[in-house]
């Protein structure tokens, strides 16, 4: 890729976006966010914002919000890489979901573009507890969530973020399909049970069933299609699918993926304030 082509940040102020967009910085690559919020605005829902975020990119790391298995995504998502390609760009890097059915489609759906393109699958991300939603109930000392013993293999969002810069930055990747997941199988009340010891007080993990688990969101506002992105991740993505492990993050970095106790250690302030 020629030195003066910008890297574009899909989602870069998100949870693995800002991170991409902090390594980009720090390796001296030239990059642009993509967002409302950016220069120029980008936003999903308005294809009219698309092209100009486009001009004299060479490579884009593509985060689709809210996520790949809502309705509509795969088609938004071919259609910008099909725009991609239009426009010159030579290396696409998908976060893509594992275990998800619409996520494979839309995989499908970039990788018909033509443009040299590499999948991250990531499991469950670690951050979730500490950079969105559940954080304010992780505080308060009761995490409520419809979950069983199911174990799932939380990864780093910043293994995610290595692995992304790391096939953004070189065609050493292109084409390839990673697996991301963490180093162990932990539930969710395993989960929790370090965050406790991390944050040095007491938090429970209580289940509840995912019809009342659905009325409390919608009785706090939460709209309704992030109601049903949330009751189809915490039913279908859980059913046991994506409990084992994967070597991706060793595959692309050369090093073992980072733990879940060493993620909480690092957080352990966000539970606390």
Known sequence: MAAHLTTLVLGGTGKTGRRVATRLAARGVPHRIGSRAGTPPFDWTKPDTWQPVLRGVGAVYLAYQP?????????TVGAFARLAADEG????????????????????AVAASGVPTTVLRASWFAQN???????????????????????????DADDIAEAAVAALTTDAHAGATYELTGPRLLTFAEAVAEIATAAGRPVRLVPVDIEGYA???????????VVALLTYLFTDLLDGRNAHLADGVERILGRP????RAYTERAAGAWRA
């Open 89 to 108: 760009v030579r290396r696409l890097v998908l976060l893509s979901g594992r275990g998800e059915p619409e996520a494979a489609r839309a995989e499908r």
């Open 257 to 260: 993926p980072r733990d879940f």
């Open 129 to 155: 507890f500490s950079e969105g939603h559940l954080v304010e109930p992780v505080r308060a000392g009761v995490l409520a969530l419809p979950v069983g013993a199911v174990p799932e293999p939380f990864v």
């Open 215 to 225: 009325a409390d969101l919608a009785a706090v506002g939460v709209p309704a299609e």
């Open 67 to 75: 996520d790949l298995a809502v309705p509509g995504a795969v088609e």
